[in-house]
């Protein structure tokens, strides 16, 4: 299976110069970078043109990094997105708030395994009572968790999903149709 490239070799079509272009700027996929690496093997002009959107590339950000924005542009930029910011509403970032808590969740759960093994190599010295107390208060703390991913998640249906999304769409489509009905 060691044959040589059985395409056209002396031809650069147009999609591997997309290829060879999106490589060049590293936002190719795996496989345009497979295809682009073996082609510049076996063509040299597949490899001079790689090099040269390459070099491209490189003057692009240099360039780029010596580009000083002015502080009126970067002042309404900021003021843009302050702005924008003020739009999201209130559950838009839940999603930062269910990730922490995941976090939280992964972090008790080593803690408490932690505890658990710490007391099972402390060897004999361990008592029996000693070890149902740290089980009891893995489950308690197990349990707890629980409640609120149970919680949080009962509330993100019924106060976001609900009250917020679906009966406002409801409500909205609702009189749309009853306006539609009047009209007709």
Request: glycine share 4%.
């Amino acid at each position: 299976m060691n044959e040589i490239f059985k395409g056209r070799p002396n031809i650069v079509t147009p999609v591997m110069e997309e290829r060879i272009i999106l490589v060049a700027y590293q936002d190719g996929s795996w496989f345009d970078k497979l295809i682009v690496h073996h082609v510049r093997k076996q063509n040299p002009k597949v490899e001079k043109l790689y090099q040269a959107h390459l070099q491209a590339v490189r003057d692009i950000r240099t360039e780029a990094n010596e580009v000083v924005c002015p502080d009126s542009i970067t002042d309404q930029l900021l003021d843009i997105a302050g702005s924008e910011r003020q739009r999201i509403p209130w559950y838009a970032d839940l999603k930062r708030g269910y990730q922490a808590l995941q976090a939280t969740t992964a972090l008790a759960a080593t803690l408490v395994l932690a505890f658990m093994l710490v007391t099972q190599f402390r060897g004999p010295s361990a008592e029996q009572r000693e070890l149902e107390e740290a089980m009891i208060q893995a489950k308690a703390s197990f349990a707890l968790i629980s409640e609120i991913m149970n919680g949080s998640t009962k509330t993100l249906h019924d106060e976001v999903i609900m009250n917020q999304t679906v009966k406002p769409l409801r409500d909205s489509i609702f009189k749309g149709t009853e306006t539609i009905k009047n009209n007709l």
